[in-house]
Structure formats: C-alpha cells, structure tokens
C-alpha cells in the first residue's frame, strides 16, 4: 500500500500547525479556535480536535495551582487543629495548678492564638487599604484625554493590534 504525496503533505501541515499552538497566546488561540470552528471538512475537524486538545492542556496546567492553593489551606487547617488539642491539654494541666505557676503562663496559648489572629487580620486589613488607595482602572472618553494620552493610546492599539489582539 503506498501513501500519496497529498496525505504526505497534509501530515506536514498538520504537524507544523500542532507544533505553533503551544507558542500563541490565549487570545490567538481563541482566533485560531473561532477561525477553524467555521471551516468544513475533514481537515477542518482535525484543526479542530487540535486546538481543542491545546485548549484542554492549558485548561489542566492552571488546575494545580487551585489544587496546591486548597492543599496549603487544609494543612494550615490541620496544623491548628493539631495545636488546639495540646494546647487546651497544656491550660487544662496548668490550670490545676494555679496557685504555684505565674498567671501570665496560663494565658499564653491564648495570646499565641491572639497574635495569629491579629497577623492575619492585619494582613487582611492591609490588603483591603490598599485596594481602596489604588483602585481598578477607571473608564475614560477618548476626547477627554490630553494629546499626549491619545498619543499613548495610539501606540498600545498599534501594539496590541500588531500581536493580533482584537481592539
């Protein structure tokens, strides 16, 4: 059985086409997407298939950086709740002796707790402080902006539009 130069060919373009959608950025890669979606064919449909595999790959490498996000909150979960339990063991045993250790011991888990709780608050608080000092973009007319923010308009249009972005 022999292969006619035409499947040869095809095979070529589709392997050249596979090996350039890991390199486009997401955008293109929704052109490429929207593109192919309207060809008819059967060439068509293995551009497809591709660009859908490559759409999928991408979809799966951001899924770890969730997975290690919720993996990071359980074991800081399970690290306070492995520390409450001795914690409690150690003010309960303290507590039957009052009278001979210094006041200031007995409360000190719950300064501990205290003091993470105002780390994380602090942290929190200072995030939403600076949210509010520098906020999001704010929407512009063009015909409000100085000749030079139009300049500079000009410029990141033709940027974005010489990478092939929509404007």
């Known amino acids: ?15 050249q086409y596979r090996a350039g959608l890991p390199k486009l950025s997401d955008v293109e890669l929704e052109h490429r997407a929207a593109a ?7 060439f068509a ?31 800081a979960a399970g690290a306070v709740a492995a520390g409450a339990a001795p914690a409690a063991l150690t003010g309960q045993a303290l507590a039957e ?13 719950a300064v501990a707790v205290g003091l993470v ?6 942290g929190r608080l200072a995030r939403w402080v600076d949210d509010h000092r520098h906020p999001l973009a704010v929407d512009v007319d063009e015909a409000d902006l ?5 300049e500079l308009l000009a410029k990141v249009r033709a940027a ?3 990478r092939g972005e929509v404007c």
Do not use: F, H, I, N
């Open 1 to 15: 059985m022999t292969t006619s130069t035409k499947a040869l060919d095809l095979a070529v373009v589709l392997a």
């Open 36 to 42: 192919v979606a309207a060809l008819p064919g059967w």
């Open 45 to 75: 449909g293995e551009l497809r298939q591709m660009v859908e595999a490559e759409r999928e790959c991408r979809r799966l490498a951001d899924r770890p950086v969730m997975l290690a996000r919720s993996r990071t909150l359980r074991v």
């Open 97 to 109: 002796y009052a009278d001979r250790v210094p006041q200031v011991l007995l409360y000190s888990p």
């Open 117 to 122: 709780a105002a780390v994380v608050c602090g």
């Open 146 to 150: 100085e000749p030079y923010g139009r």
């Open 160 to 162: 974005r539009q010489a």
